[in-house]
């Protein structure tokens, strides 16, 4: 499956502005690694644990220090970028309702419409006239990013404080993708940097599918005026 950009201003700016989502996140992640390198390549003198403790309590203190430097850091960071490629998701479907707002003069806005941002813009694609890409695995995968998105912002990662409901759902997803903690005592969202790739890569062959639908209504519109088909008239 490749990603096409067929001339749409739109969707070029869109892509562009994943890309350097992406390049954000591998700047971010080689910093990870090296801070994390940098702090096991220090000394307990030079961390400035001893001689104020001793060997056991500097073991403790330095193992505690350690983790959050290779993994509550990056969790926390890996959370935070999902949340943004998710607001940039929705910032992109904004602009692509509004546009359709004003070119098939739909009276109200698409957050005027029930449900979640993605139910939104699927709803407006209706009223639009134009089918939503919503039938195949990269939709259903968009919509777990979601879940894990709710789940980061609302329960602040924690899986056990999910509804029954949505933590049956979201579990399995988890694990089939290895984003579940395994070091805590209670389980958490554990974001790895490959996910996180993957997520942007997902959002990319998405909205690549949205353009895809509306380049594909076009298309059919201009056949149907050129062939009368449209509310009866002659084409011109």
């Known amino acids: 499956m490749s990603i096409t950009i067929r001339g749409d201003f739109d969707h070029l700016v869109a892509h562009q502005r994943l890309e350097k989502l992406k390049q954000c996140l591998n700047v971010t992640e ?3 690694g090296e801070a ?3 702090f096991e390549a220090k000394s307990y003198e030079e961390l400035g644990l001893k001689p ?3 060997q056991d309590v500097c073991d403790d203190i330095y193992s505690e220090e350690l983790w ?6 990056p969790r926390i960071l890996r959370n935070s970028f999902l949340v943004t490629a998710h607001s940039l998701l929705e910032y992109e479907l904004n602009v692509i309702c509004r546009k359709l707002k004003k070119v098939c003069q739909i009276p109200i ?3 005027d419409l029930k449900g979640d941002k993605l139910e939104q813009a699927k709803l407006y694609f209706k009223l639009a006239g134009i089918e939503f890409p919503s039938h195949d695995s990269i939709w259903k995968e968009v919509k777990y990013y979601y879940k894990i998105r709710n789940c980061v912002v609302h329960t602040n990662g924690l899986i056990n404080e999910l ?3 949505d933590r049956r759902n979201l579990v399995p997803y988890l694990k089939k993708k290895s984003i579940i903690s395994e070091d805590t005592i209670d389980e958490e969202i554990a974001l790895t940097a490959l996910f996180c790739k993957e997520v942007i890569t997902t959002i990319q062959y ?3 599918d949205v353009y895809e639908a509306i380049s594909a209504a076009k298309k059919k519109l201009k056949s149907e005026i050129k062939n009368g088909e449209l509310e009866g008239r002659s084409p011109s």
Do not use: G, I, T
Not at 68 to 73: D, E, L, P, R
């Open 109 to 111: 806005s698409w957050s």
């Open 163 to 165: 509804q029954d409901k």
């Open 52 to 54: 104020l403790y001793p």
């Open 30 to 32: 080689k910093y990870l």
């Open 68 to 73: 959050y430097y290779a993994v509550k850091f």
């Open 206 to 208: 998405f909205l690549n």
């Open 36 to 38: 994390k390198s940098e």
